[in-house]
């Protein structure tokens, strides 16, 4: 990978790591993201919170508009990480 990239990447974590607050976190995202990009990843964030709880594809395409590849892409990251979203989850 690009270490350019590298560089910037690790600044928007520890950015992303040092917002307290809802309202910093909505800042940030607006600031540097579309909103269309914002979308996208909170609805990933939903689809896996849904799959969490068992709710089958069907429904969870419904409920959140996320087409049946990105459920499909969501619950293998689940599955790869599911410690990860174990916890994640938790603190919501």
């Known amino acids: 990978m690009n270490k350019k990239f590298e560089i910037s990447e690790e600044y928007f974590y ?5 917002l307290e607050t809802k309202e910093e976190a909505q800042e940030f995202f607006k600031a540097l993201c579309t909103k269309k990009e914002t979308q996208l990843i909170a609805q990933r964030l939903y689809v896996a919170k849904l799959l969490s709880e068992n709710k089958v594809y069907i429904d969870i395409v419904k409920e959140t508009g996320a087409s049946s590849a990105t ?3 969501v619950k293998r990251a689940m599955e790869t990480d599911r410690d990860y979203f174990t916890k994640l989850l938790g603190k919501l």
């Open 14 to 18: 520890v950015a992303a790591a040092a």
């Open 71 to 73: 459920v499909s892409r």
